[in-house]
């Protein structure tokens, strides 16, 4: 038996005895995909999270996703075996700037992209992800608003809605590094292959894609689509999901150096750890949860037909 065969056994035991289930974003390393309880986009997760009956939610992804867990699941220990793991677009805004900038735009709502930090869902009137972006900005009653902290995300938005849209200047560094040349090659090499593009793209790159999806949208479309090979615009994580669910269709990396090293951190000895000694808390202080549950739970409830296909 080889030692992660071991590790695993031994961590389903310990979540069993625990009451505690382990929730995989869909870029982690393919062994923490296989041992979870379920994998998903943000949105699944999010979802997840507050919908569970466990007593602990242990959490490999980036820090955003287990502060979001926390907000939405005040009640629950939620676990996160590496804590280093973080998001640079998170960190590209905080309260201070986003008071500052509205100081200057004046008073409008806020839409702000689950990558970002608890105390900046704090300031915002209402939380969206990669697959329900355009449906948040639509559904609000204003005509225009601000849009942290992604700017590719929020052009995309706005190309969607005819709203007035001010974007954050923020973005993902291993999704804007995609470049539409990378693109036409990988298109030149692979003729009969549909492009797959994740909307944290730049704008000429989401230009040639045959659809622009959640990590999970890109799931869904594959497993739907009669086509057999597919360009993927996103971190190279998502391959692996992709592969398994479809063994006979081929998958192609839009480009090799889509690599999030934050989404990399958590390995099998991590979660053995975080389970058995209970370490790695994420709480959020109850006077940031409170204002940033508001904005999140706002964005869950129009998201409920969604929450259906992952009971
Ligand atoms: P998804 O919500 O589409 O899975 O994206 C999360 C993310 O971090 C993209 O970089
Ligand atoms: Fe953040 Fe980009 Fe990594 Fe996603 S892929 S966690 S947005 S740095």
């Known amino acids: 038996m080889t030692d992660d065969k071991f590790d695993a056994q031994e961590i389903r035991a310990l979540l069993k005895e625990r009451n505690a289930i382990l929730l995989a974003h869909n870029y982690q390393r393919p062994e923490i995909q296989d041992i979870a309880d379920l994998t998903g986009d943000s949105l699944d997760l999010s979802i997840k999270a507050a919908k569970t009956d466990a007593d602990v939610i242990v959490f490999c992804g980036v820090r955003f996703m287990a502060e979001t867990a926390s907000i939405v699941s005040p009640d629950k220990t939620v676990l996160m075996p590496r804590r280093d ?9 905080t309260p201070e700037a986003l008071k500052a900038r ?6 409008m709502p ?28 639509n559904s609000l009653a204003e005509d225009e608003i601000l849009m942290t902290p992604d700017r590719n995300l929020c052009q995309y938005a706005a190309s969607k809605s005819a ?17 539409a040349e990378e693109v036409l090659n990988a298109k030149a090499a692979h003729p009969d292959a549909l492009f797959m593009a994740h909307p944290e793209c730049r704008p000429e790159v989401l230009a040639l894609a045959d659809a622009v999806l959640s990590t999970s949208g890109m799931l869904n479309f594959a ?39 934050d989404m990399k951190r958590t390995t099998f000895g991590d979660v053995l750890r975080a389970i058995t000694d209970m370490t790695c808390e994420v709480k959020v202080p109850e006077k940031v949860r409170k204002p940033a549950a508001k904005a999140v ?8 037909l969604r929450s259906q296909l992952v009971e």
């Open 223 to 261: 497993k739907d689509s009669d086509n057999e090979s597919f360009i993927v615009g996103t971190e190279e994580g998502l391959v692996y999901p992709l592969q398994k669910a479809n063994p006979n269709k081929s998958f192609y990396r839009a480009s090799e150096s889509m690599v999030c090293e």
């Open 297 to 304: 739970e706002r964005m869950l409830q129009l998201s409920s």
């Open 110 to 137: 806020v839409v702000t992209y689950v990558n970002s930090t608890a105390s900046v869902k704090a300031h915002s009137t209402i939380c969206c992800t990669s697959a329900n972006a355009v449906a948040v900005v």
């Open 102 to 107: 509205l100081a200057e735009l004046g008073e």
């Open 163 to 179: 709203k007035r849209i001010h974007c954050w200047d923020g973005y993902c560094p291993i999704h804007d590094q995609l470049s």
């Open 85 to 93: 793991a973080g998001c640079p677009m998170a960190d590209m805004i």
